[in-house]
């Protein structure tokens, strides 16, 4: 399974970014995708989930603020930041966890794609 994240660059702060992620391969089933975010010197950090039944969670730093969207018949995932901040200035990595059949699953992540808020 190969994750392929697009949409990072520069933008300026109180402007917005749309992320995008699609995964390929042989996939069974996707469970949840989500997007993380890591900056130098720090753990890599929850951003938003998105459940196959929809559910959705965020990080408390971006709710009102960023909107995870997905497309299950692409395998694809989305990340609308709005408003952004400076403090938003990381890598953003996309993953999938993939199910088989009779219940396991795995961990995939894409190459990350950087975002850069600053004026």
């Known amino acids: 399974v190969q994750l392929q994240a697009s949409g990072g660059g520069l933008v300026q702060p109180g402007g917005s970014l749309r992320l995008s992620c699609a995964a390929s391969g042989r996939i069974f089933t996707i469970n949840v995708m989500g997007w993380y975010r890591q900056v130098p010197g720090k753990q890599r950090e929850l951003v938003a989930l998105?459940?196959?039944?929809?559910?959705?969670n965020y990080a408390d730093s971006v709710k009102d603020r960023f909107a995870i969207s997905g497309d299950n018949s692409k395998n694809a995932v989305y990340l609308q930041m709005n408003n952004v901040r400076p403090e938003d200035t990381a890598v953003y990595y996309c993953?999938?966890?993939?199910?088989?059949?009779?219940?396991?699953?795995?961990?995939?992540w894409g190459q990350g794609t950087l975002v850069t808020v600053s004026s």
């Open positions: 993953n999938a966890r993939v199910g088989r059949p009779g219940g396991l699953t795995d961990d995939y």
């Open positions: 998105l459940t196959r039944g929809g559910r959705t």
